[in-house]
Structures are given as structure tokens and as C-alpha cells.
């Protein structure tokens, strides 16, 4: 057995040993669409920092459109949905690809927790709200440059959803925003 296909077995080893859960097949297309994207990459890591950077800039960008230019009560629903994707990744603790192919792939990434996928979160609300399909591609390239599993992205899309018609059924975003500034401006006086 040549060294590149036993380093691969090695891995994929490594991979079914850590956690029992990835004996489901859905986490075994997830391993073959890491491995395949890690085999295009490894080589090329100055590519996964530039996928990296344009990825976090796509969000970003949607973010700070709808905040800014479609209706800034917006916010409250990007930090309530992002709290509560990141209290979800401290729970699950679900290892980024990387982990079990290249920890060189851990770019721009603070934690070593996968699910559900922040990223994917945000484009789907900035998909919700914007109907723009094209915010599509950060979660695309968290894929690629293996910070998530597609798994992640796929649960992550349906939990957006599931965060929009939650919190849009109870909470008026606009009244808080107005709400918000009352109180702002109440503060604001009572300073002098």
C-alpha cells in the first residue's frame, strides 16, 4: 500500500474511532466530501485563506445591507439566532473536518466546534430576509476549506428557518428597535 492511500486510511481510522456517531451514512458522504476537498486543497493553503477572508466578507456584507439598508430591528434576530448557534456548538461539540485531516486548514477558527454552522446561519436569515441565493457561497466555502460538514450546513439551513418563523411569530423586530431607541433617548435626557 503506497503512502498517500495508507496516510488516508490512517485518517479515515481516526475518524471512525474518535466519535461512534459517524457510523450513520450521512456522515460518511460527509467524510467523502471533506476528503475529496482536502485532497483538492492540502496543497494550497494560501487558497483556503483567501476562500476563508471572502467568505467571512460575504456575510459580513449581507449583514451589514440588511442591518443598514432593509431594517436594522434585523439585528436583534442575527444576534439572538447567532447566541443560541453558538451556545448549540459549545452543547454538540462536534469536531470541524479539519480536525481529522489537516489542522494547517484551521484558519481564521478560534474553536474546534462544527455544529451547526454560524455561517450558514447567517446566510440562510440573510437568504430569508434578502431572497439573494447568492449568499449561498460562504456556507459553500466553510465546506470546501473544511471548517464544516455538510451536515452542519444542511441542519444549519433548516434551524434558520426554524429561528425566522419562531422568533418573527412572537417578536415585532421593529417594535423592539423603536422600543430600543425610547429607551435611548430616556437615558439620553436624564444625563443631561
Not at 22 to 50: A, G, P
Request: aromatic share 22%; charged share 15%.
Amino acid at each position: 500500500m503506497n503512502y498517500k492511500l495508507q496516510k488516508n486510511c490512517d485518517s479515515y481510522k481516526k475518524f471512525m474511532d474518535k466519535d461512534l456517531i459517524f457510523f450513520n451514512k450521512m456522515f460518511m458522504i460527509d467524510y467523502k466530501i471533506s476528503e475529496f476537498f482536502y485532497n483538492k486543497l492540502r496543497d494550497k493553503l494560501n487558497l483556503v485563506y483567501v476562500i476563508d477572508t471572502i467568505s467571512y466578507l460575504i456575510n459580513l456584507s449581507f449583514v451589514l445591507y440588511i442591518i443598514f439598508l432593509i431594517n436594522f430591528s434585523y439585528i436583534f434576530l442575527f444576534i439572538i439566532s447567532t447566541a443560541i448557534t453558538y451556545l448549540l456548538k459549545l452543547i454538540v461539540n462536534r469536531k470541524r473536518p479539519y480536525y481529522y485531516f489537516d489542522k494547517r486548514f484551521a484558519i481564521l477558527v478560534y474553536e474546534n466546534h462544527s455544529f451547526p454552522s454560524e455561517h450558514t446561519v447567517i446566510a440562510t436569515l440573510s437568504f430569508i430576509i434578502t431572497g439573494n441565493i447568492l449568499v449561498f457561497i460562504a456556507p459553500i466555502l466553510r465546506i470546501i476549506t473544511l471548517k464544516h460538514w455538510l451536515s452542519d450546513a444542511i441542519f444549519s439551513i433548516i434551524l434558520s428557518f426554524g429561528f425566522y418563523i419562531f422568533f418573527s411569530s412572537f417578536i415585532n423586530f421593529s417594535e423592539l428597535y423603536n422600543l430600543l431607541i425610547s429607551y435611548i433617548k430616556i437615558i439620553k435626557y436624564l444625563d443631561f
